[in-house]
């Protein structure tokens, strides 16, 4: 695992555009936008913070915050000198990320979007020879894995609703090596074909996986690619998931707590060896769990639920 490294840049920047809802005629947003860390990084989790300009002292002050990034909607909660919210930056894209903010105010809501700078990390290359069946799926695999990422994504739509259950820091699945980082470009036989949007741990079969955060048991699922997979519903948009299962020791719908046991290691779905491969997403977005590790070690924005 590479730790974030943040350089201390000031963070966001660049006003793409300023609408207006409500009566009130200003011609700047009039809240400091900032994240944690400074520039974040794609493929990751930030805070993104906004609070009251204290030069701005002509005006009211900010009574609720919402937003949307990325195709996601934003969950802000007071934090800090003012509001705060998980963000997840999608792994593929330009050196700015769009967020759409709704500033309430006393008597107005002013619709505003800002662009935050982000960083592009250099994710390494791996190249794997496997038999050709594992790449070329046939109709039939190619509409079962369709079918289980259209469940995988039904999870995250749900974790929008889903009142916030975890907190900061959070606690690793394993504390084995990590074998394999997020973000690498998986080469098979030749032709780049995915990235590896997960963090592996070393295991053995039948070693303990536990659970990142509290959340709630969204999905135990036997998948092609997964194996046998257990999803955790966090809430606030945020879904973690441990794939590659022998067993869950959890069932659906079973609150569970940090550290609290989910399952064991296998080498169930398409794997070359026994391992954990972890997951983490912001709805849609597939993002480094351990972003959000070395995020939560620094937070000082967000109260437990
Ligand atoms: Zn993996």
């Given at each position: 695992m590479k730790a974030a490294t943040h350089a201390p840049l000031l963070a966001v920047l660049l006003l793409l555009s300023l609408a207006r809802v409500g009566v009130a005629q200003f011609a700047a947003p009039s809240v400091l936008v900032r994240t944690t860390p400074d520039a974040p990084a794609r493929g990751s989790v930030a805070w993104l913070r906004i609070e009251d300009d204290p030069a701005r002292n002509d005006q009211p002050g900010l009574t609720d915050v919402g937003g949307e990034a990325a195709g996601e909607p934003l969950h802000f909660e007071r934090g800090g000198r003012g509001f705060a919210a998980l963000i997840g930056l999608p792994v593929d894209g330009g050196d700015t990320l769009p967020v759409a903010l709704r500033l309430s105010r006393t008597g107005r809501v002013d619709s505003t979007l800002v662009g935050l700078v982000v960083r592009h990390p250099s994710y390494p290359t791996e190249r794997l020879r496997v038999p050709p069946g594992m790449v070329q799926y046939d109709s039939a695999i190619r509409a079962r894995v369709d079918a289980e990422l259209a469940q995988a994504r039904e999870i995250s739509r749900r974790s929008h609703e889903t009142p916030r259950l975890w907190s900061a820091p959070l606690t690793l699945p394993r504390e084995s090596r990590i074998t394999s980082p997020f973000g690498g470009a998986r080469e098979y036989n030749g032709r780049v074909t995915s990235r590896h949007l997960g963090t592996d741990f070393a295991g053995a079969v039948g070693t303990p996986v536990s659970a990142?955060?509290?959340?709630?048991?969204?999905l135990v699922a036997d998948f092609?690619?997964?194996?046998r997979a257990v999803y955790l519903d966090h809430g606030a948009g945020l879904v973690t998931g441990y794939f590659h299962l022998s067993r869950a020791s959890v069932a659906e719908g079973d609150t569970v707590a940090a550290g609290q046991r989910i399952g064991a290691v296998g080498r169930t779905g398409r794997v070359t060896g026994p391992h954990l491969h972890w997951i983490m997403r912001y709805g849609g977005i597939s993002v480094d769990p351990m972003t959000l590790v070395e995020l939560g070690r620094s937070d000082e924005l967000v109260a437990r639920p």
């Amino acid at each position: 695992m590479k730790a974030a490294t943040h350089a201390p840049l000031l963070a966001v920047l660049l006003l793409l555009s300023l609408a207006r809802v409500g009566v009130a005629q200003f011609a700047a947003p009039s809240v400091l936008v900032r994240t944690t860390p400074d520039a974040p990084a794609r493929g990751s989790v930030a805070w993104l913070r906004i609070e009251d300009d204290p030069a701005r002292n002509d005006q009211p002050g900010l009574t609720d915050v919402g937003g949307e990034a990325a195709g996601e909607p934003l969950h802000f909660e007071r934090g800090g000198r003012g509001f705060a919210a998980l963000i997840g930056l999608p792994v593929d894209g330009g050196d700015t990320l769009p967020v759409a903010l709704r500033l309430s105010r006393t008597g107005r809501v002013d619709s505003t979007l800002v662009g935050l700078v982000v960083r592009h990390p250099s994710y390494p290359t791996e190249r794997l020879r496997v038999p050709p069946g594992m790449v070329q799926y046939d109709s039939a695999i190619r509409a079962r894995v369709d079918a289980e990422l259209a469940q995988a994504r039904e999870i995250s739509r749900r974790s929008h609703e889903t009142p916030r259950l975890w907190s900061a820091p959070l606690t690793l699945p394993r504390e084995s090596r990590i074998t394999s980082p997020f973000g690498g470009a998986r080469e098979y036989n030749g032709r780049v074909t995915s990235r590896h949007l997960g963090t592996d741990f070393a295991g053995a079969v039948g070693t303990p996986v536990s659970a990142a955060a509290r959340g709630v048991v969204a999905l135990v699922a036997d998948f092609y690619l997964a194996g046998r997979a257990v999803y955790l519903d966090h809430g606030a948009g945020l879904v973690t998931g441990y794939f590659h299962l022998s067993r869950a020791s959890v069932a659906e719908g079973d609150t569970v707590a940090a550290g609290q046991r989910i399952g064991a290691v296998g080498r169930t779905g398409r794997v070359t060896g026994p391992h954990l491969h972890w997951i983490m997403r912001y709805g849609g977005i597939s993002v480094d769990p351990m972003t959000l590790v070395e995020l939560g070690r620094s937070d000082e924005l967000v109260a437990r639920p």
